[in-house]
């Protein structure tokens, strides 16, 4: 089986494009993640973070496949393994 991330939502309070994927299968036991590309200080970053169903992120550290230099969600989700369902 092929990982896939399927994206659900926009998750609110979050500054940039935030979305909320699906993943499947589980990334270290975890089903969601949040993938949030922001524009800082002249410098871009696109991060990737556990989260619950409903966008709520239960851990502020960045996971493998988060990348600085671009806003690409699908570049940081095949970082982590997984490619963006269409």
Not at 2 to 21: H, M, N, T
Not at 25 to 36: D, E, I, L, M, R
Request: negative net charge; glycine residues 12%.
């Amino acid at each position: 089986m092929k990982p896939i991330a399927a994206w659900i939502d926009r998750p609110k309070g979050f500054v940039g494009d935030a979305r909320l994927y699906r993943i499947d299968p589980p990334y270290c036991g975890h089903a969601f993640v949040v993938v949030s590309a922001i524009t800082y200080h002249n410098s871009e970053e696109t991060a990737i973070f556990y989260s619950d169903g409903a966008g709520n992120v239960l851990d502020w550290s960045p996971l493998i496949g988060t990348y600085t230099g671009g806003l690409l969600h699908e570049k940081a989700l095949r970082g982590l393994g997984y490619s963006v369902q269409e």
